[in-house]
C-alpha cells in the first residue's frame, strides 16, 4: 500500500522533513499546519518540491473546533475554512481533516454536527476537496470513531467520510472490529501511530509519547486489519507526536518509520517481506582499536588464545571455547580508541538474513573484502554496529573462519566457553527503534525494558534475545542524548564456573573490578550460602543474584577504551542479566575511573 | 526543625551526596541503602564522614516487604532485618522506615501484620532502634497513613511507631487532616516531596517525578502543619526519586532542596523568613559584550540613545522612556559573546530584597564597586543571572543612575516605552527550580507552562510575573541539556504602536526577522483585519495573537550573539506572549540563522 508521513513526526524545516521522507522511501506525507506557515515556500513552491521528491500530498489539517457550534460561529468557521481549501488547492491536497471539536461551547447534538460537516463538505467540493471527520479521543462529545462514524453516515455527502487514527481508537479500548462495518469508500483516510501502554492522561499521551507501530504496546497490525477488511485502499499515514523524534535528526527517524510500516504491512498480512532468518548463536564479537596491546592481554589474562590471522587484514582471531573474539588494528580502528565494532550472527542462511535486513532498510554494508575471501553478509543496526551474518566451520556453507590462517599458540585452557550475552550503550533518540529492529530484522524477543540507577543518571536497559538464549543483546540508554559517561560496551562470557575463571584471570594478571565490602554484607543479609563461598566472592568481587529459576554469579574486568569484559555463570535457567546489581557495579566502575 | 535529605535524592557517589547536603546546610540524612551497598566506605567510616560534616544519620531503609507473610517468610525476614540492625548500630542510625508490603503473597490481615511488626520492633529495640512504618500508596493491602497507624496502634510497641510521607498521602488524595489524631510522639519520621499533578500511574510518578516542595502541584506546607499540630517534632526530611535530579550536579540540587525546605516552613508558620519585597519594574537590563558596537547599532536604530556612562567602569547606559539597557565591555564581558547578564529590578526595599535572597540561599555576589559608587544588592538567579535590587532616582534611596556620569545626545525619540518582557532560557537541569526561585525569593507569580514547538525539539515556556505585570519573565527551557540552539536571550519592548517603531527601526538600518507568507495567509483566514492592517504586519514581519482581553501585536530583530529584540505592543490587557506565534518566529530564526 501507499505509504505516508505527517510532516510533524519528523524535525527540522519543511525542506529538510520533505527530503528526509523522500529518501526514507515514504510515497506521500501529510502537511503539518505550523509547519507550512513558518515555511519561506510558498504553497505553489511547496508543491513542486514535493512533486520533484516524488511525494503526494494527502492530508492537510489545518482546522480544529468546526462542527456543533452556534450559527454565528459556524459561519465564521466557513470562512476560515474557504481559505484553507484555497491554500490547498494551491498545494494540490485534495483532503482535509477535520477533528471532532474540543470546544467548550461545542452543543453535544449530532444532528447539528452532521449539518455543520455537510455544509463544509459542500463547500470543500466547490474545491474538489474531501472532508475526513476524525474522532479525537478527547473530543468534547465525539470521542470514539464508531460515534464519529454515525455523524458522517448521517450528513450523507460524497466529499464527507471518515477518517481513522489507531492512537485514537486504541488508546480508548475501543474495539476495533467494528471498522468493518463502515463502507471502505467512506473510510477517507487512516492515520496510524502506537504508544507504549501507559497509564495516564491521554491527551498528554498523545502529545508527547506516540510512536511508530511496533515500538509501542498496541496491536496496529490487528487494527490495519480490519481497515483493509472494510475496503480502505487510500495510504497507511504515519502520525506521530514524540518528543525525542522532534529533537533527533529527520534522516534516521523516517528510515525508521518507513521501516515500522514495512512490518506493519507484514504483520497485517498486506506484504510480505523476506523470511525471517534468526541467528542462533554469537560467531564472533569485533573489537576495533588502535592499539592491540592491552586488548589482547586481557584476552590472554581471560584465558583466550591468538589461534589465527586474517589473510588480508590486520585482524587477530582470540578463541577460547566457542567463543571469539577478533581485534582488528586496521584503519578505520584508529579513530575513536577501542569498542566493540561488530557482531557475527551465527545464521541457519547468511544470505537470507542479509535479504530481509535489506528489505527491511538497514544500511548494508560495503563488502570490503578481497577475492577469496568468504562472502559476508553484513549490515549496520542503529548503533552502528556491524551485523555479520555469518556459518561457522559449517560443511554447507563458507566459514568465515576460511579467510583466516591458524597461528601457532598455546593451547587454550581457560574456563570460558561461549559468549553469554553483548551489552551496547544505544543512541539517545533511538532506543525504542534499536529494540524493534532487532526484533523484527533479527528475529529477536525484546523483553521488559527496567530502570537501572546509575550514580549520575537513570538508565534503561531492554534485552533482546534468541528463544533458547543462543544469542542475548542487552540494549541500553543513558539518561540523556549527550551522556558521554554512558557509552561503555560489554562483552559477557559464560563460564560453568566463575570462581576459578575469575581466579585464573587474576592469576594471569588480569584486575577485576572492586566491589565494595557492603554489598557482601548485603549479601549475607539476603541469602544463606554454604561455608567458604561469600568469602570467595567478596575476595574477587563476584556478584550474585537469584531469581525463581536459578542463579547467577559474574565478574567484571577492567575497562580498556570503552569495552570491559564480563565473567558469567548462569545456573538452572536464570533468565536475567544482574539488574539488581548493575547500580552497585555502576558506583564501581566511576569509581574506578571517574568519567566527570 | 532540623532539615533533612534522603541521599537518592542527589546525584554522584555517597561522598559527593553527604558534602553537598552538608554544604547546602542539612542537618541530617536519609541514607538510601543503595548508595550505601556501593560505597567503598563501611559504616563506621561513614558515621565519622557524616560526623566531621556535621551530619547526622536519621534513617536507614533496608527492608520491604516484612509484614503479613507465612511464619516461615517471616522467619527469613527477621534474619535478615537482625544484619540490618547489626549494620545499623556500626552507622549510628536508630531509625529504620519499613514500608507496607507490596508483595503478591502477602496477606490481608491487620493483626498478622500488627504481631509481625511488633516481633520486629522487639527485636530492633534489642539494639536501640525504631522501626517506622509507613504505608506505600501502591501498598498491596496497606495503601493509606491512617490504615498503617492503625497497625501500629494496634501493634503497641514503644519502638513501633509510623513514618508519614507526603507523596504517599497526597498522591492517594487523602485528606491530612486525619494526620492530628496521631499521637506526636508515634509519628517516627516525617518524609516529604512534592510533585506536579498528573494523571498517571502513581509508582510512575513517585519514582520518577517527585520534585522539591513547592516545586510541584501538592499542599505539603499544609501536611505539615498537620504533622507539626499532632506534636511531630522530628527532621523535616526530603525524598525525592526525581529522573532530571539524579543527574544534575549534586551541589546546586541540594541548594534547592535546601531552599525548598526553609520556604515550606515559612509556608506553614513555623519559622519565619525576612518578608517578602515584590520589585514593581525593571530598573535594567545589562548586556555583556565583548564589541559594543553592533549593539549599539541595533539599540540606536531601535531608538534608544547613549545618555551616560559609568564612573569607573566600561559600561554605557542606553535609555528610552522608561526602558534602560547598560552595555558592558569590561573584562568579564570577553568570554561568551554578547548576552543578557544582569536585570535591575526596581525595589521598593533594596537591602530587603537581599537579604531574603540571602536567607533563602541565593548565591550574594560580590560588590564589585568603587568608593564612591551606589550599595548595589545583587543576588544569583539558578541560570547565572545576576539580578540588582536597585532604585531609580527615588529621592529617599540612592539610586544607581548616580553611578553614571550623562553624556552630551540626541535626544531620544523613538517609540519604546519600557521594557515588557524578559526572556531568559534556563538550565536544563533546573527549570522547577527557576520557577520557584522567582516567585519565592522575588515574590513573582509562577504562571502556566505551556509547550513550543521549535523545529528541533520541544520547548517549554513559564512566565514568572509581578501582579500588575511591572515585572514579566518568560523562563523557558530547551529539549535537551546541552542543546546548544536553545541558549537565545531577548529583551521585550513595549511600545504603544509596533508599526510605527518596526517601521522606524528598519528606516533607521535595522533588520527585522523576516516571517513567512504563509504566517499571514493564516492570519487573514483566522482574523479579520482593517483595510491596510494585515498589509503593514506583513511588510514588516509583525506578529499577532489575540485573547479574550486584548491583542498583542509583535516583531523581532536580527540576533547578536545570544540575544535579540522584540517589540511587544499589548492592548487591552492581553495576558500572553505570543506563544501561538514562537513555532513560526523560532523556524524563522534558524531559517536566518542555522544553528546546527
Given amino acids: 500500500m501507499r505509504t505516508s508521513i505527517a510532516t510533524v513526526s519528523l524535525s527540522g524545516s519543511l525542506t529538510e522533513k520533505l527530503t528526509a521522507a523522500a529518501r526514507a522511501g515514504f510515497d506521500g506525507v501529510e502537511i503539518f499546519e505550523n509547519d507550512l506557515l513558518a515555511s519561506p515556500l510558498t504553497p505553489e513552491e511547496i508543491r513542486v518540491r514535493c512533486a ?10 489545518p482546522m480544529r473546533d468546526i462542527e456543533a457550534v452556534s450559527a454565528e460561529v459556524f459561519e465564521g468557521n466557513l470562512r476560515r475554512a474557504r481559505h484553507k481549501f484555497e491554500l490547498m488547492a494551491r498545494l494540490g491536497c485534495d483532503t482535509v481533516l477535520v477533528c471532532s471539536s474540543v470546544h467548550p461551547l461545542a452543543e453535544d447534538d449530532d444532528a447539528l454536527a452532521a449539518d455543520h460537516l455537510r455544509q463544509l463538505a459542500a463547500q470543500a467540493q466547490e474545491f474538489g476537496i474531501r472532508v475526513a471527520y476524525e474522532a479525537l479521543a478527547w473530543g468534547r462529545h465525539v470521542s470514539t470513531y464508531d460515534h464519529a462514524w454515525r455523524i458522517v453516515a448521517a450528513a450523507d455527502h460524497p466529499a464527507l467520510g471518515t477518517c481513522l487514527d489507531s492512537f485514537h481508537i486504541l488508546a ?38 506516540r510512536c511508530f507501530p511496533g515500538q509501542g504496546g498496541f496491536d496496529v497490525a490487528g487494527l490495519v486489519r480490519h481497515v483493509i477488511d472494510a475496503g480502505y485502499d487510500g495510504p497507511l499515514s504515519l502520525e506521530v507526536f514524540n518528543d525525542v523524534f522532534r529533537q533527533s535528526e529527520a534522516g534516521p527517524t523516517a528510515v525508521d518509520a518507513h521501516r515500522s ?24 564479537a569485533e573489537l576495533v582499536t588502535p592499539d592491540a596491546e ?25 578463541s577460547q571455547g566457542e567463543a571469539r573474539v577478533l581485534v582488528n588494528t586496521g584503519p578505520a580502528a584508529r579513530r575513536d580508541g577501542t569498542q566493540l565494532a ?15 535486513a535489506e528489505a527491511l532498510l538497514a544500511p548494508v554494508l560495503p563488502r570490503r573484502r578481497a577475492a577469496e575471501d568468504a562472502p559476508l553478509d553484513a549490515v549496520a543496526a542503529p548503533d552502528g554496529t556491524e551485523l555479520f551474518f555469518c556459518a561457522t566451520d559449517r560443511p554447507e556453507l563458507p566459514s568465515w573462519t576460511g579467510d583466516f590462517r591458524p597461528v601457532a599458540h598455546p593451547g587454550a585452557a581457560g574456563h570460558v566457553r561461549r559468549v553469554d550475552h553483548l551489552a551496547l550503550t544505544q543512541p539517545w533518540h533511538q532506543f525504542d527503534e534499536a529494540a524493534l529492529f532487532h526484533r523484527t530484522v533479527l528475529g529477536l524477543h525484546a523483553r521488559d525494558s527496567v530502570d537501572v540507577a546509575d550514580p549520575y543518571g537513570l538508565f534503561r536497559s531492554r534485552p533482546v534475545t534468541s528463544e533458547d538464549g543462543g544469542v542475548r543483546i542487552a540494549l541500553s540508554v543513558g539518561p540523556a542524548p549527550t551522556d558521554t559517561t554512558t557509552r561503555a560496551q560489554h562483552i559477557a562470557l559464560a563460564t560453568d564456573d566463575v570462581v576459578a575463571a575469575a581466579r585464573a584471570f587474576r592469576a594471569a594478571g588480569g584486575r577485576l573490578l572492586a566491589v565494595p565490602a557492603n554489598y557482601y554484607d548485603d549479601l549475607a543479609a539476603r541469602f544463606e550460602f554454604v561455608e567458604g563461598e561469600l568469602e570467595s566472592y567478596r575476595e574477587l568481587g563476584i556478584l550474585y543474584d537469584r531469581d525463581p529459576d536459578g542463579e547467577f554469579r559474574h565478574c567484571y574486568t577492567e575497562t580498556v577504551g570503552r569495552v570491559f569484559f564480563e565473567l558469567v555463570q548462569r545456573d538452572g535457567g536464570y533468565k536475567g542479566y544482574g539488574a539488581q546489581n548493575a547500580p552497585v557495579r555502576l558506583a564501581a566502575q566511576h ?4 568519567l566527570r
Avoid: N
Fill in 52 to 61: 520533484d521528491l516524488g511525494l503526494s500530498i494527502d492530508l492537510y489539517q
Fill in 172 to 209: 480508548r479500548g475501543s474495539d476495533p472490529k467494528g471498522i468493518e462495518d463502515i463502507p471502505g469508500e467512506k473510510i477517507f483516510f487512516l492515520q496510524l501511530a502506537d504508544a507504549p501502554l501507559m497509564a495516564m492522561d491521554v491527551l498528554q499521551w498523545s502529545r508527547h509519547y
Fill in 261 to 284: 510500516l514495512l512490518m506493519l504491512q507484514e504483520a497485517a498480512g498486506i506484504a510480505a517481506l523476506p523470511e525471517r532468518v534468526v541467528p542462533t548463536g554469537v560467531a564472533f
Fill in 294 to 318: 592491552p586488548v589482547g592481554a586481557l584476552l590472554g589474562a581471560l584465558g583466550f588464545a591468538r589461534t589465527a590471522r586474517h589473510r588480508s587484514k590486520p585482524v587477530d582471531l582470540w
Fill in 342 to 356: 561488530a557482531i557475527g550472527l551465527e545464521s541457519p542462511d547468511p544470505a537470507g538474513a542479509a535479504r530481509r
Fill in 591 to 594: 569509581a574506578q575511573r571517574p
